[in-house]
């Protein structure tokens, strides 16, 4: 498959524990997106990584959170000491070259439930 | 708060049908995009509008950017069941374009 692929597809933790997601983008695509999906909600941009350039973290809501990509390409995002209000589904995005108007591929996201 | 409001919030209609989905914010976007996601899955493009006025086709979708970038509506003539799912806007500012701002999504079903 040559889509954005997200593992785990279901994560269930207890309060306290930490989690990490994985994103694997397209292959070839230079940006890749992290964004929080609550019920109700639109989703949420967490942090943006463009090539080799320094990540945008400004929507990552609390220290807790963190998120790397290796090699510019798999991404990880990691959630410490994980509280209840984390509970959302969590999407990876990737794109080809830079904005505006540059189509976002989404991955199928990865649904975290804190106990 | 959400920066896009979008409404109706939830839309239930039959088959053959016309609905019309609203994107409605105070703030100016570069460029504004609407996407579909179904149960279990991530977004999907539909379409980008990037100049004020802008009017886009695609089948029995119309799509519509308002004169002053701020608002924008979808317009499904002739609804079918397959074009039931969450529709999502999306617009991106001018200083820092990647980082877009979602609508909470309009849910829409089409029975048959």
């Known amino acids: 498959g040559a889509g954005v692929s997200q593992s785990p597809s279901n994560k269930v933790t207890e309060k306290g524990k930490d989690v990490e997601l994985r994103c694997d983008p397209i292959?070839?695509?230079?940006?890749l997106y992290w964004y929080r999906q609550s019920l109700g909600q639109g989703l949420e941009f967490l942090i943006y990584?463009?090539?080799?350039?320094?990540?945008?973290k400004s929507g990552l809501p609390s220290d807790r959170f963190s998120a790397e990509r290796t090699g510019g390409s798999v991404s990880t995002l990691t959630i410490q000491r994980t509280q209840q209000e984390d509970s959302a589904v969590y999407l990876c995005?990737?794109?080809?070259?830079?904005?505006?108007?540059?189509?976002?591929?989404f991955g199928p996201g990865t649904r975290l439930t804190v106990l | 708060t959400q920066l896009l409001e979008q409404s109706p919030q939830f839309l239930s209609i039959q088959e053959g049908e016309n609905l019309t989905v609203y994107c409605n914010s105070s703030?100016?976007?570069?460029?504004l995009q609407w996407y579909r996601q179904e149960p279990g899955e991530g977004p999907v493009l539909l379409v980008t509008?990037?100049?004020?006025?802008e009017v886009k086709k695609l089948k029995r979708l119309t799509f519509q950017f308002g004169d002053a970038r701020k608002d924008s509506s979808l317009h499904i003539t002739a609804a079918q069941p397959g074009d039931t799912g969450l529709y999502l806007c999306?617009?991106?500012?001018?200083?820092?374009?990647?980082?877009?701002?979602f609508g909470a999504g309009t849910t829409v079903t089409v029975r048959a």
């Open positions: 703030s100016v976007f570069s460029s």
């Open positions: 509008v990037v100049t004020g006025g």
């Open positions: 292959s070839g695509h230079t940006a």
């Open positions: 990584f463009q090539g080799n350039s320094a990540p945008d």
């Open positions: 999306a617009g991106a500012p001018a200083d820092n374009d990647y980082k877009l701002s």
């Open positions: 995005a990737s794109s080809l070259g830079l904005p505006p108007a540059v189509e976002q591929f």
